[in-house]
């Protein structure tokens, strides 16, 4: 990331000095420590005797996009044989804007039938998870990625992690120019990383060749930092919840430039009443020409002035809460050199996806298909996996994942679309798109058996939970209602629950916080309604909602504003008042 370095200096030079190195956190002190990262991967890769690595470079490894977890489903079976974990990876790929060629496709598809238990995960950030991976076949997985010229760097740890671009379902020309943007700014964020090329790589470590990362320095990020881009009138990043977000303001003459929010996020802890979710704070807007000069800025104030002693509260919203909105962008544009102008308007409508075949500008056809919970599997009856591998190999197009876990085929030619209904209707996908309004608009995480953090079902939980409010909403005569639920195992909210209109948060096994009266197009977070209740009591507690709902909403009004105009739950209006 030398670009940052050219305009800020090197990270020990400007960080806050009331955090001296010698007080930082544990986290902390290892990065420091680490050799560049480097740890002792090497040989906790080569250690036979186990299927783990060490403690220190679990950690570590994050920062090279893979972790450590062991299967859940086992794991109190192989304790009471006195068996280790069944340890296995998770490896996430770095994939900016979720684009992806046929040529990748078939290589990741590949990977995951040989390493990956015959999945692959499409995650909430737009790229690829495999899960399932065993210690001694990661290199060969990292390897095999790297012939189809992807990696994983960065895709997890105290850094910029994958960078979101909207999918738009038209890719006119004004989102070429913004996912290139989104394209750029990712390998602009993206750490050196010497020491990934010679774990995974076995490229020969250079000796005096190896300075410390140049923006980064030896701390990294205190926290991981999220960056996506958005093209109005949909929200389907969900901008404000991004600690960076661009807002792309379109023009006659194409892209003006960005509106620019800072400071949203998700993560929080139950019990824990000073962590919370956040949404992004509007600060202005830059020509489009300035964006990678705003990361340099936005994420130096970050390095600098981000909690290093608490890892709780380490993310940039904490930042901006604790030192002030006023300050912090005043520091921001003491970095750019130059103020931000004044936001321009725009407007968002919605957050989902938009299903089926579409036909572009350029007169190409692409097709968008619902993915539950992004799951690419084989199921009896239904081969998604090898339909998308037959996809891949008829269609030397693109592949797009989008941030709702869908998928798109794109760049169709006319004559392809035949072939690829007809490999859709072959794998008993024909009516994959055929769901109800609630279906189309859920998400959950992939929490158990793989997610360590799991505290109760969320991926595997949805199908089942979603039909039975489905049941509830078609009494009513609301099927086809476009409903936000987001579901996730944990407070941690990867699915971003916080802002959904109905959202679920895993307590433990069977048992969830309910939140209601989210915003539609993600503009708004929910506030909790039940806390720690079993399945009947969330269903009766909608179902009443729901009843309500269909019998006095106004024209046109989502479930969310209904459940605040109805008095059910108070609006939320600032992260910090999300838990009193
Ligand atoms: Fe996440 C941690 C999965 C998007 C907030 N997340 C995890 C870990 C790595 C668990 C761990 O630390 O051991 C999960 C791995 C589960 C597994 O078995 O694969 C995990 N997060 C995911 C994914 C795969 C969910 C999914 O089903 O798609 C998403 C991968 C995104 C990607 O491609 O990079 C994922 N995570 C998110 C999002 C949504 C987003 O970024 O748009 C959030 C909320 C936004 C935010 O960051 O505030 C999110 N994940 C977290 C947090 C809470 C962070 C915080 O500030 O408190 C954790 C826990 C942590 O970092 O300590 C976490
Ligand atoms: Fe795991 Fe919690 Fe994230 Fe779900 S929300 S993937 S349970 S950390």
Known sequence: MANLTEAHGPTDRSRDVSQPLERLGPDETLKANSDQLRGGIVL???????????????????????????????????????????YQFMVRVRLAGGVCSSEQWLKLDELARAYGGETLRITTRQTFQFHWILKRDLKSTIQGLHEALLDTIAACGDDARGVMCSVNPSLSALHARVYALATQASDHAIPRMPAY???????????????????????????????????????????????????????????????????GGMGRTDQAHATYPRLADLIGFVRADKTMAVIDAVMSVQRDFGDRLDRSRARFKYTIDDKGLDWIKAEIEARLGFPLQAARPYEFTSNGDTFGWTRGEDGRHHYTLFVESGRLDNRPGRTLLDALREVASLHRGWMRLTPNQNLMITNVAARDRTEIDAILEAHGLSSANHQSGLRLNAIACVALPTCGLAMAEAERYLPAFTSKLEAILTAHGLQAEPITLRLSGCPNGCSRPYIAEIGLTGRAPGKYNLYLGGGFHGQRLNKMDLENAGETAILERLEAIIAHYAEDRL???PFGDFAIRAGYVPEVRAGRDFNT
Request: glycine share 10%; net charge negative.
């Open 555 to 557: 024209a046109g009004e």
């Open 44 to 86: 906790s890769l080569l250690d036979r005797i186990t299927g783990a690595v060490s403690e220190s470079d679990i950690k570590l490894m994050k920062f090279q996009g893979i972790y450590q977890q062991d299967d859940r489903d086992i794991c109190d079976e192989r304790r009471r044989q006195k068996l280790e974990p069944a």
């Open 197 to 263: 090329h010679e774990i995974w790589y076995d490229k020969q470590r250079v000796a005096g060749s190896d300075p410390e990362e140049p923006f980064y320095g030896k701390t990294y990020m205190p926290r991981k930092f999220k960056i996506g881009y958005v093209i109005p009138p949909t929200n389907d990043i969900d901008v404000y919840t991004q600690d960076l977000g661009f807002i792309a303001i379109g023009g006659p003459d194409g892209l003006e430039g960005f509106n620019i929010v800072i400071g």
